[in-house]
């Protein structure tokens, strides 16, 4: 392992939020302005997450004022101080540019729900009427 690996290694994140592209996230920032120090939410839709490891990035787009801002969060930043995910988007893209020419309904994507029986794996038993015996 070279002294670049280590370094890395050492400044990784130990645990990290799981969330997926098509997610509707916060992004809580450390904001430094002269001498203070505070938190600023940036709330959007992850559009795409690039590279692995040290070098992950994610993209989160929302609508300001009418406008699109997109923002490019490295991962393992020491400036996130956390990511929350509110809703989960079901897509069937890795990236989701394509957003950027939709507007107002245009951008909201479909919700994908998780059943409590697919999560817990348990397989249910049905009794067939009439075989007791």
């Known amino acids: 392992m070279n002294i670049i690996d280590a370094i890395e290694k050492e400044q990784m994140k130990k645990t990290t939020q799981q969330f997926s592209v098509g997610d509707q996230v916060d992004v809580s920032v450390k904001i430094v302005e002269g001498d203070k120090e505070r938190v600023q939410v940036f709330s959007g ?3 795409a997450k690039n590279g692995g490891g040290f070098k992950e990035t994610f993209t989160v787009r929302r609508i300001v004022q009418g406008e699109g801002v997109e ?3 490295p ?3 020491p400036k996130i101080v956390d990511i929350k995910v509110i809703k989960s988007g079901r897509v069937r893209r890795a990236k989701l540019y394509y957003m ?3 507007t107002s309904k ?3 994507l479909q919700e994908k729900f998780e059943t409590t029986a697919s999560k817990s794996g ?3 038993s049905t009794k067939v009427q009439g075989e007791d015996k």
């Open 45 to 47: 839709v992850v559009i």
């Open 71 to 73: 923002r490019v969060f």
């Open 75 to 77: 991962v393992h930043s």
């Open 100 to 102: 950027r020419e939709r």
């Open 106 to 108: 245009g951008t909201r």
């Open 122 to 124: 348990s397989t249910q």
